[in-house]
């Protein structure tokens, strides 16, 4: 069974930063593609960032280039996504996934997802 457990949202300042991270398990880590999305209230869950198996490949959204950074690390199959420079706008819940398609801003293109965290960016 397939499991993506996610960690490390919370309640964070204007400017400040977070750390999320995304446990997996059940699955061949490395030869998935692993994402983050995000939802807001009242708003669309919309692709975030996103890294290839061997981590050569890094994909963002540009609402978010330049301040977030996803990483991987294959041997605790664990995904993170360092988030500087956070703004009111950012606060959503963030979920991880995993999947196999090169079309990575596709929330299809994604199998599997974990619950979800929230993030939440005061002014």
């Not at 880590?29 to 061997?54: C, D, H, L, T």
Request: proline share 2%; net charge positive.
């Amino acid at each position: 069974q397939v499991q993506l457990v996610e960690s490390g949202g919370g309640l964070v300042q204007a400017g400040g930063s977070l750390r999320l991270s995304c446990a997996a398990s059940g699955l061949t880590f490395n030869s998935y593609i692993m994402g983050w999305f995000r939802q807001a209230p009242g708003k669309e869950r919309e692709f975030v960032a996103a890294i290839r198996g061997s981590a050569l490949r890094t994909y963002y959204a540009d609402s978010v280039k330049g301040r977030f950074t996803i990483s991987r690390d294959n041997a605790k199959n664990t995904v993170y996504l360092q988030m500087n420079s956070l703004a009111p706008e950012d606060t959503a819940v963030y979920y991880c996934a995993a999947g196999l398609s090169l079309a990575i801003a596709t929330m299809s293109s994604y199998r599997y997802w974990g619950q979800g965290t929230q993030v939440t960016v005061s002014s």
